[in-house]
């Protein structure tokens, strides 16, 4: 009976592990995606945070099919409504107009 339940915490513990990784691994992915995009390193943080936050993995990869140059901010976001999903779309241009201003960190 023991050796179930340490195999499940166990189990559950990686399952965690991995949870946190993805995440992790998104915002960075995110975040250099906006910095090769062209925009600036504190505005890319701010954005990731926000995003990686606000969206799922799954909405997340599908913002991965918009890498590419887009020098401005506006031209990212005209990418990001090619994506079909409003919540993308929502958090995307919330948060370019947040943390360009400074309102968000």
């Not at 997340?60 to 409504?81: F, S």
């Amino acid at each position: 009976m023991m050796k179930l339940v340490k195999r499940a915490l166990m189990l559950v513990g990686l399952l965690a592990l991995l949870v946190v990784s993805a995440h992790l691994y998104a915002g960075w992915r995110v975040r250099g995606a906006l910095l090769e995009a062209g925009m600036s390193a504190r505005v890319s943080t701010c954005m990731a945070k926000r995003m990686v936050r606000h969206l799922s993995f799954v909405q997340l990869m599908k913002l991965q099919a918009l890498e590419g140059d887009k020098p401005t901010p506006g031209a990212w976001l005209r990418a990001v409504r090619e994506v079909d999903d409003t919540k993308v779309i929502l958090v995307t241009t919330t948060s370019a107009a947040l943390c360009k201003v400074g309102i968000a960190r």
